[in-house]
């Protein structure tokens, strides 16, 4: 097994996702399945290989500083669940 | 022939000559749509009063006798993971349902200048996760050449509504294959440019370093236009890269005498269908008949592709989706008495299986403890991919290959295996990880469902593409060929 | 018995400091403060779904300035990565910082302490982007049942300069933190306004046994804004820590907060997670590669840094503590160095710049670069005295003068007739009189009582209306009484 059922709890906080028992299963196998598959790799000899984050090799991409307008306040919270007097509401923090 | 089975370009010398008005192709396609849109649901959202809007003010440049531009008054659709401002845009998902963008995506604005006419939004597999659209919080897409199949994904709104004629051409992004292989379930032609030669602005993130936007067409030089109009540099995206934009219908000769043509034998080896292989080898030798110099190659690392993806891929998506809270926009739990609960039943409840799945996935390979293992193994690999690449293209202009190991495959078929439905994507996920273009167009059919034949070339050089994909359709018939669906409506 | 007598501390800083930019790092939205809540922001600064960062590149320019200031090197190769972790005030749920691959790293600056220069280790400094700012409902964010959140912050430039944990002290580190404040001020890296929230502190303190070399377990203490807090804060934490330890137990490895209504410190410390950032490279902001070409270019901009401006002072004759006074802020020693340009005695001009020129700008409440008079009229004024044409004593009211009318030192003294009377024959005369009027002085003076000739000095300055030049009133009454 690559992955425990402990591991998958653990992950699900970290993403901020509430699994149900039944999900919490089901993905520790499916999760374990794919990771097993993932293992090919571990056949690759990487030792002198540098890593590819990006496919295009650019570098030094600048914006000047400058003000460019914001959008209306009314804009910004039209999509928000709950807003109010201009601000985001949520729920209680701690 | 129907107003709506044409090509953009048959269609721009139409409304030239007034043969037709921007209004009653809008209308024909409005028409079409209503028509035959509860058996193909390729559509999200219409948007039949705007569309009506700006092929009226077509019609309007018309009468004053001024020229149209090639897209001007064409009748398109974008996926639904394209920001359309002040357009409903939810990547298919609950999540997004009720999300209005206030402002749009590069690739909607560069149509909307160049005057194509927006219809609406697409289907598509939530957040472009999956090979099938059957992802789609909402509902499935059915494949137009038979409905009991799915059109691939994840662009599958995008590809049946091409097939349908319910849109001229339309707009799909492509991760691991999500342009060319629902392209090629469908018998379209679908390009994935080389990344960064489309601007990623205003398209939800699915992997940021594997995503890149392309047209789906009816045919080779209606891609070559649309790429003419959405391809560029964009400053508002770090990673679009300025280059010499060619003409890409320049491209379009009927020859490629002398062309060198490689076939990496890695990509049709085991699981390769034997109808569909059989397909491809006949296409294959008519490209060796028009004088094309065919050749065999081999890319070693070509089987290391699909771990290396199905790891990067979440791994970037899990860090995009963390967005979705339920704070600025979208949908939000009902129930929460503190922020984090609010979270994760949010998440918990806006999300759909495979997009928990792969979240799951993603957060798991960048965490600590297994980064240098997963995420950071799979960078290498992708290395090594690219590398497998570069050397190829050195010897060959084009590479060629199956856009897809199967034809499409029946409703609930792989949705039950998550692993069976990532191999569908076999094909197509090399050419993301190096940011290489490709191209998909119609080869054949096996059992009376499409076959694609995959091309794929060099950075920036989309125009080669072009010209063996013209070359091809010029000698053949495939891309005329209509599903029986299309005339029974008729 | 001192808790430092048992223990020795062990301080490292992390000190947050906004850019002096005038946009956002990855969007073209204002900076300014202030500002009606969720008015500065766009698609990008909120996080909409689709949106992409780019690069400011006055941020990249002032980062390698901040560094080149903290005598840092800067990488050739540099990128940004994304912190992930889920905070409300936070637009995607992650922050793009720097992680493996920092602009700048391996700096120090140095520090006055009482046993004489000490240097601190600079590790890394690197660029990210501001959250935004919550509003609690209730009186703190642990009794509000909801929460308001202002995203003006968000995308605010930030330069993160983290130190090497070389303080021994508090007064140590308030040394760092003055002298760090101070050359990021001078070198206009950052406007350094602590009041508005425009560098902020996260303090590690760990404590050890006295002879110890082994480091002790720490606490880090985030988001302190001022420099008392600094020290209140590590009063408390090096006591609570103190306590912990002399009770055999462990100090907990944690996050807190500071209080400063109870002046106490607070775990943050969350039952849900151990923290998980899974760093990654930013996918949609390519890396930068900086030529010593672009470093050399931005060491030209770099201004002359409080420390040589205090050594070049005291070449100039300048004590030491008045060296430091008169660079304590970049626009007081521009001031100084300003009026110097026009003045001849150094000492005199530190002395009125300290003194009077400093009470009356308090007095006023206004800042040195709004001083309603010139450096070069500090300099005429004090050349008046320098050339015998007003006496200091005429000087400090010539300076209220010049202040509140901002009128030029000699204008004032020709308008008021204050010039110093340095005519002998004119003082001759007073003399005479004073001489005549005051017998016995005169006849003190000479029998040897040196100081009796001050006394005299003041009757000729009286009868002058304090115009008359004291040197010359000095000599010729010597003269005059043989």
């Known amino acids: 097994m690559k992955i425990s059922r402990k591991d998958v709890e653990h992950v699900a906080l970290l993403a901020r996702l509430e699994l149900t028992e039944q999900e919490i299963e089901q993905y520790t196998e499916q999760l374990d399945s794919i990771l097993e598959y993932a293992a090919t790799l571990d056949r690759l000899d990487t030792e002198n290989v540098e890593p590819t984050a990006h496919a295009v090799p650019l570098h030094n991409v600048l914006r000047a500083d400058e003000v460019k307008s914001s959008i209306e306040r009314e804009k910004a919270l039209q999509n928000s669940p709950d807003a109010e007097e201009g601000f985001y509401r949520v729920p209680r923090i701690v | ?490 | 018995m001192s808790v430092f007598d048992r223990y020795e501390m062990v301080c490292g800083v992390e000190t947050h400091v906004e850019l002096a930019t005038k946009t956002k790092i990855f969007c073209g939205c204002t900076t300014e403060f202030g500002g009606e809540q969720n008015t500065h922001v766009c698609p990008v600064c909120l996080g909409l779904p689709g949106v992409l960062p780019v690069l400011n590149r006055e941020v990249v320019n002032l980062a390698i300035k901040a560094g080149l200031a903290l005598n840092c090197e800067i990488a050739e190769f540099s990128k940004f990565d994304r912190k992930n972790y889920y905070y409300p005030d936070l637009p995607k749920n992650y922050q793009t910082s720097q992680y493996d691959l920092p602009i700048c790293k391996n700096g120090w600056l140095m520090i006055e302490t009482a046993e004489g220069q000490k240097k601190i280790g600079i590790t890394r400094a690197h660029m990210e982007e501001d959250a935004g700012k919550l509003v609690h409902g209730g009186e703190t964010i642990t009794t509000s049942d909801e929460s308001y959140v202002d995203y003006n912050r968000t995308g605010v430039p930030l330069l993160e300069i983290v130190s090497e944990p070389d303080m021994r002290s508090i007064s140590e580190v308030l040394a760092y933190l003055e002298q760090l404040v101070q050359i990021l001020e001078y070198t206009e890296v950052s406007d350094c306004r602590l009041e508005q929230g425009s560098v902020r502190f996260d303090i590690n303190v760990s404590l050890r046994p006295r002879g110890s070399t082994e480091l002790g377990i720490r606490t880090e203490t985030k988001n302190l804004n001022s420099f008392s807090s600094v020290r209140r804060c590590m009063e408390y934490e090096i006591a609570r820590q103190a306590e912990v330890l002399d009770a055999g137990e462990k100090v907990v490895q944690e996050t807190r907060t500071w209080d400063e209504g109870r002046g106490i410190t607070l775990s943050l410390r969350s039952k849900e997670e151990a923290h998980d950032y899974r760093y990654f490279p930013e996918p949609d902001l390519v890396p930068m590669v900086i030529d010593r070409e672009w470093v050399e270019e931005i060491r030209k901009t770099l201004p002359e840094l409080p420390a040589a401006r205090r050594e070049r002072l005291q070449i100039l004759g300048l004590s030491a503590y008045d060296a430091e006074v008169i660079t304590s802020s970049k626009g007081l020693a521009d001031f100084f160095d300003k009026a110097l340009r026009q003045c001849e005695d150094a000492k005199s001009l530190t002395n009125w710049v300290m003194g009077d020129f400093t009470r009356l700008l308090k007095a006023n409440e206004v800042s040195v670069v709004d001083s309603p008079i010139s450096p070069e009229q500090v300099a005429e004024m004090v050349n008046l005295i320098e050339k015998g044409t007003i006496s200091g004593k005429i000087a400090k009211s010539v300076i209220e003068e010049m202040f509140a009318t901002g009128k030029d030192a000699s204008v004032i003294v020709k308008e008021k007739g204050l010039a110093q009377i340095s005519d002998e024959s004119a003082l001759i005369k007073i003399i005479d009189e004073v001489i005549a009027a005051n017998p016995a002085s005169v006849e003190d003076y000479r029998a040897g009582k040196e100081r009796a000739i001050g006394f005299l000095v003041g009757q000729v300055m009286k009868a002058s209306k304090g115009q008359a030049n004291p040197g010359l009133v000095n000599k010729l009454l010597k003269e005059r009484l043989g």
């Open chain 2, 1 to 490: 022939m129907e107003l709506t089975a044409k090509s953009a370009a048959e269609l721009h010398t139409l409304l030239e000559s007034r043969e037709i008005s921007a209004v009653e192709l809008t209308k024909a396609f409005i028409e079409r749509i209503n028509a035959i849109e509860d058996k193909v649901k390729a559509f999200m959202t219409l948007t039949e009063e705007s569309a009506l809007m700006q092929a009226a003010e077509v019609d309007a440049k018309l009468s004053r006798g001024d020229k149209l531009r090639p897209l001007e008054g064409i009748p398109m659709a974008l996926k639904d993971n394209m920001c359309t401002e002040g357009v409903r845009t939810t990547c298919s998902s609950k999540i997004l349902e009720n999300f209005v963008p206030p402002y749009n995506a590069t690739v909607a604005e560069l149509l909307r200048q160049a005057g194509a006419v927006m219809l609406g939004k697409l289907n598509m597999d939530e957040f472009a996760m999956g090979s099938s659209t059957e992802n789609s919080a909402f509902h499935v897409t059915r494949n137009p050449w038979d409905l009991e199949r799915v059109t691939g994904g994840s662009s599958g709104g995008s590809a049946a509504a091409v097939v349908a004629d319910q849109a001229v051409f339309t707009l799909g992004s492509d991760t691991g294959g999500s342009i060319r292989q629902p392209a090629a379930f469908c018998g379209v032609v679908g390009m994935k440019p080389t990344y960064g030669a489309v601007s990623r602005y205003g398209l939800i993130a699915f992997a940021s370093s594997l995503d890149q936007i392309g047209p789906f067409t009816k045919d080779v030089r209606d891609n070559a236009l649309v790429m003419n109009a959405i391809a560029g540099h964009d400053p508002k995206d770090s990673t679009s890269v300025p280059y010499d934009k060619p003409d890409y219908t320049k491209f379009l000769l009927n020859d490629i005498k002398g062309l060198k043509i490689g076939i990496p034998r890695e990509y049709f080896g085991q699981g390769i269908d034997t109808e569909v292989d059989k397909v491809l080898r006949q296409a294959l030798a008519t490209l060796g008949s028009l004088g094309a110099e065919v050749e065999e190659c081999s890319m070693p690392h070509t089987e290391y592709a699909m771990p290396a993806y199905y790891l990067i891929a979440p791994a970037e998506a899990s860090s995009n989706l963390a967005r979705y809270d339920g704070v600025r926009y979208g949908y939000r739990t009902e129930d929460s008495e503190d922020i984090i609960s609010m979270f994760k039943k949010t998440r918990a409840e806006g999300f759909g299986s495979e997009v928990k799945r792969r979240i799951m996935l993603g957060t798991y390979a960048l965490s600590a403890g297994y980064y240098d293992a997963y995420y950071l193994k799979a960078q290498k690999a992708r290395t090594l991919i690219k590398q497998d690449f570069d050397r190829v293209l050195e010897k060959f202009d084009v590479l060629v290959a199956p856009t897809a190991p199967t034809v499409a495959f029946k409703f609930g078929e792989k949705s039950t295996d998550p692993l069976a439905m990532y191999l569908s994507d076999v094909c197509t996920v090399p050419l993301n990880l190096a940011g290489l273009p490709g191209i998909t167009l119609p080869a054949g059919f096996a059992g009376g469902m499409p076959v694609g034949l995959q091309l794929m070339g060099k950075p920036f050089d989309e125009g080669t593409l072009y010209r063996v994909a013209y070359t091809f359709e010029q000698n053949t018939d495939f891309h005329k060929a209509k599903p029986a669906f299309s005339g029974e409506v008729a």
